[in-house]
């Protein structure tokens, strides 16, 4: 079982004929995924990979319907292409694209939400369901399933801790990246209420850092929700107060997100807190001999 996405979800690519948009359809390919159209105003016609370029999304939705949309659009038409996804009846919209201005990204989650859609981003490295279905840019080596889920709120963290689990023969159910920037459509607490009711999933690993109360507020669900072991690697310990780390989104304010504040919050909620990546698959694999 999986969660968001499985083998059957169909996928759309808008901005399919952009560098990126190409070598990441083509990697998305090699996994597996069902890629069934692409999107590139005024190159409809075209084939990449394989695939149909469509001029529009919702002429690519009348010849492919698909179920997902990955986005490799510059932030500045980065709205108005998720907005045509979502109004052509796109119900999993994945943002890959980083700083998208703020009102714009308001805007999106709102129309998102009017029509009962997921957004995954903005400034995402996508979601994968291990060996089933792949939505982004992650490297396709390190995602075998098993039976962890991750959640992460940093790419290339999560390639690490992903990549140790992988070495040590543990893989994953699904892994979804939330993004960095300041309004992102999932938070933790919507993706670990999915994996709390995937049976396939017998352990959580959620990789946060430094910045607002994301990891605050999911410690407190873990406490009052959750009956899966969890085990937290947090980003950020030495991080200066007031000074922006990478994400939009880690940074603290007026003393609220820090680090310490944390790694307290989810300890208290019996969250198993790693030191380093590399303690994680040993901190993992004792805790699924404890619940197998």
Same mark, same amino acid.
């Given at each position: 079982?999986?969660?968001?996405?499985?083998? %059957? $979800?169909?996928?759309?690519?808008?901005?399919?004929?952009?560098?990126?948009?190409?070598?990441?359809?083509?990697?998305?390919?090699?996994?597996?995924?069902?890629?069934? /159209?692409?999107?590139?105003?005024?190159?409809?016609?075209?084939?990449?990979?394989?695939?149909?370029?469509?001029?529009?999304a919702f002429e690519?939705?009348?010849?492919?319907?698909? %179920?997902?949309?990955?986005?490799?659009?510059?932030?500045?038409?980065?709205?108005?292409?998720?907005? !045509?996804?979502?109004?052509? /009846?796109?119900?999993?919209?994945?943002?890959? $694209? +980083?700083?998208?201005?703020?009102?714009?990204?308001? +805007?999106?989650?709102?129309?998102? !939400?009017?029509?009962?859609?997921?957004?995954?981003? &903005?400034?995402?490295?996508?979601?994968?369901?291990?060996?089933?279905? #792949?939505?982004?840019?992650?490297?396709?080596?390190?995602?075998? &399933?098993?039976?962890?889920?991750? =959640? @992460?709120? @940093?790419?290339?963290?999560?390639? !690490?801790?992903?990549?140790?689990l992988t070495e040590?023969?543990?893989? $994953? $159910?699904?892994?979804?990246?939330?993004?960095?920037?300041? =309004?992102?459509?999932?938070?933790? *607490?919507?993706?670990?209420?999915?994996?709390?009711? %995937? %049976?396939?999933?017998?352990?959580?690993?959620?990789?946060? +850092?430094?910045?607002?109360?994301?990891?605050?507020?999911?410690?407190?669900?873990?406490? @009052?929700?959750?009956?899966?072991?969890?085990?937290?690697?947090?980003?950020?310990?030495?991080?200066?107060?007031? #000074?922006?780390?990478?994400?939009?989104?880690? *940074?603290? !304010?007026?003393?609220?997100?820090?680090?310490?504040? #944390?790694?307290?919050?989810?300890?208290?909620?019996?969250?198993? =807190?790693?030191?380093?990546?590399?303690?994680?698959?040993?901190?993992? /694999?004792?805790?699924?001999?404890? @619940?197998?």
């Open positions: 079982m999986a969660i968001y996405i499985n083998q %059957d $979800t169909r996928v759309l690519v808008q901005g399919i004929t952009g560098r990126q948009g190409s070598f990441h359809t083509g990697q998305m390919l090699a996994y597996g995924t069902k890629v069934i /159209g692409g999107v590139s105003p005024g190159k409809g016609g075209q084939v990449v990979e394989g695939i149909p370029v469509f001029d529009t690519a939705m009348e010849k492919e319907p698909a %179920d997902a949309s990955i986005l490799f659009i510059p932030a500045p038409y980065a709205k108005d292409a998720a907005l !045509e996804a979502l109004d052509a /009846g796109i119900r999993i919209l994945v943002l890959i $694209t +980083e700083h998208i201005p703020l009102h714009d990204a308001v +805007e999106i989650m709102a129309c998102a !939400e009017s029509r009962g859609a997921t957004v995954v981003g &903005p400034n995402t490295f996508g979601l994968v369901s291990s060996g089933l279905c #792949k939505i982004g840019i992650m490297p396709n080596r390190y995602f075998i &399933p098993g039976p962890v889920g991750v =959640v @992460s709120r @940093s790419g290339t963290l999560c390639y !690490e801790i992903v990549g140790h040590n023969r543990i893989g $994953t $159910t699904t892994v979804v990246g939330l993004g960095g920037d300041r =309004v992102v459509g999932l938070h933790f *607490i919507d993706v670990l209420k999915q994996f709390a009711k %995937d %049976d396939d999933t017998k352990a959580v690993m959620l990789v946060g +850092e430094i910045g607002g109360s994301a990891e605050e507020e999911a410690a407190a669900f873990v406490s @009052s929700s959750m009956r899966k072991p969890v085990v937290a690697y947090l980003a950020g310990r030495s991080a200066p107060p007031g #000074k922006r780390m990478g994400h939009a989104g880690a *940074i603290i !304010e007026r003393g609220r997100g820090t680090f310490d504040s #944390k790694v307290k919050a989810l300890q208290k909620a019996g969250v198993a =807190v790693a030191e380093m990546p590399a303690e994680i698959p040993e901190m993992i /694999g004792d805790l699924l001999s404890e @619940s197998s």
